[in-house]
Nanobody, 120 residues
């Protein structure tokens, strides 16, 4: 059974930094693109950043230059370094991974979410 477990959320003042991590566990054949999403109260879930297995990254415009996504393929982890945080970054952050299990079955997996709160 594949699981994604996030850690690293919390409360921080505006201008501060947080680092989110997400570890995939279980019997995994291969992990493809890994992503971070966020969902603020009353808003739709938003794609924040993506990283392909080869390291290519993309970011939503509002976080460019402030957030950095990275991954460790050997450890099946993805991280999101968040700097210069703003109150509008407050949300529940979710990691997502497209992966294959032995036998070639591919699926889209989600973590449980971690709360990030940025105070003024």
């Amino acid at each position: 059974q594949v699981q994604l477990v996030e850690s690293g959320g919390g409360l921080v003042q505006a201008g501060g930094s947080l680092r989110l991590s997400c570890a995939a566990s279980g019997i995994i054949f291969r992990i493809y693109t890994m992503k971070w999403y966020r969902q603020a109260p009353g808003k739709q879930r938003e794609l924040v950043a993506t990283i392909a297995s080869g390291g290519y990254t993309t970011y939503t415009d509002s976080v460019k230059g402030r957030f950095t996504i990275s991954r460790d393929n050997a450890k099946n982890t993805v991280s999101l370094q968040m700097n210069s945080l703003k109150p509008e970054d407050t949300a529940v952050y979710y990691c997502n991974a497209a992966l294959a299990i032995p036998g070639g079955v591919r699926g889209d997996y989600w973590g449980q979410g971690t709360q990030v709160t940025v105070s003024v």
